[in-house]
């Protein structure tokens, strides 16, 4: 059984930084799938936020360009989201998803690409 545990998640004022780490465990997961982070704010639609390809080609929404950097660490197979310049709207849920096919041209979902969901970690920003 695959898991995807995300952390790192926490409270931080506005303006301030986090970074989330997600780790999986277990067998049978692509290791040459994408990978990115989803968000969902309390009232709102679960949101692809960013994703890395295979080949580390980085894809974001408009609404994180510029603040946030999806990144991973091969090595230890393990996703990484540095979020800077943190605003109260970016409060939500975030989870990491890997899936079982690459893409470079879109962000990667599991909905699409079939694949893994994390659990979430709570990322709160106060103004």
């Known amino acids: 059984q695959v898991q995807l545990v995300e952390s790192g998640g926490g409270s931080v004022q506005a303006g301030g930084s986090l970074r989330l780490s997600c780790e999986a465990s277990g067998y049978g997961y692509s290791r040459n799938g994408c990978m990115g982070w989803f968000r969902q704010a309390p009232g709102k639609k679960r949101e692809a936020i960013a994703s890395i390809s295979s080949d580390g080609t980085a894809t974001y929404a408009d609404s994180v360009k510029g603040r946030f950097t999806i990144s991973k660490d091969n090595a230890k197979d393990i996703l990484y989201l540095q979020m800077n310049s943190l605003k109260p709207e970016d409060t939500a849920m975030y989870y990491c998803?890997?899936?079982?096919?690459?893409?470079?041209?879109?962000?990667?979902?599991?909905?699409?690409?079939?694949?893994?969901w994390g659990r979430g970690t709570q990322v709160t920003v106060s103004s």
């Open positions: 998803v890997r899936a079982s096919l690459d893409s470079r041209a879109a962000l990667c979902s599991p909905l699409t690409l079939g694949g893994y």
